[in-house]
């Protein structure tokens, strides 16, 4: 069946670094894909999108680049701010029986200034 | 605008009590779903909503019952609430099709004891 791995955290990182967050997937189909955040005490967030092969979703400095070739769909940002820390999920839409999101694990993400 | 609101935020249950935790959306979405998230666990799916009137399983419906009477509300039921259901319930909503990410609610945090 469809499913997301995502890279097991914490990921700690000083400000202005470089992040990658990575997120592999198995799909039947042309699914699409997901990255959302999760900021302390709040709901998840749409942060970015790809609906189709090579697509390229970006927000707020966020990119992500739908991989078919290698299943994957890596989370990256140029510099990190501490405003950052957050958990990130990926996810994979799913047409089995009425649209199911399949979420990731959750990667956590710490920022230090 | 509003997007999606769950109520109440907090609650405190005795074993064996019963609750109904109330999402509302104002989107005008067709979807709409109930998630519960535990560390360690991720996001599971209780229990969703493809359209007024209807309702179906999730990964994890045991202990939950849910209705969609009104295309803008999706309520989730606890009829004899155990330690096991303490958690985050989160509520979303999406359009049909699962291409535009899904709208989350802040949370509701509920413990039993």
């Known amino acids: 069946g469809n499913s997301v791995t995502q890279m097991e955290g914490p990921v700690t990182l000083s400000e202005e670094a470089f992040l990658t967050i990575n997120c592999t997937y198995t799909?039947?189909?042309?699914?699409?894909l997901f990255w959302y955040v999760q900021y302390p005490g709040e709901g998840l967030q749409l942060l970015l999108k790809?609906?189709?092969?090579?697509d390229k979703g970006s927000n707020k400095g966020f990119e992500a680049t739908y991989r078919k070739e290698t299943t994957s769909f890596h989370l990256e940002k140029g510099s990190v701010q501490v405003s950052d820390s957050a958990v990130y999920f990926c996810a994979l839409g799913s047409y089995t029986g009425g649209f199911k999101t399949i979420f990731g694990a959750g990667t956590r993400l710490f920022v230090k200034a | 605008n509003a997007g999606v609101t769950q109520t109440p935020k907090f609650r405190v249950l005795k074993t064996g009590q019963s609750m109904t935790l109330l999402c509302a959306q104002d989107?005008?979405?067709?979807?709409m779903y109930w998630y519960r998230q535990d560390p360690g666990m991720g996001l599971r799916l209780i229990h969703y909503s493809v359209g007024e009137g209807t309702t179906a399983k999730g990964e994890v419906p045991d202990g939950y019952n849910v209705s969609r009477l009104k295309k803008q509300n999706f309520l989730l039921g606890l009829e004899s609430a155990a330690p096991s259901q303490t958690s985050v319930y989160f509520c979303?909503?999406?359009?049909?099709?699962?291409?535009?990410?899904?709208?989350f609610g802040s949370g509701t945090r509920l413990t039993v004891v």
């Open positions: 799909a039947t189909g042309y699914p699409s």
């Open positions: 790809a609906t189709k092969a090579d």
């Open positions: 989107m005008n979405h067709e979807y």
């Open positions: 979303a909503s999406s359009p049909p099709g699962d291409r535009d990410g899904y709208t």
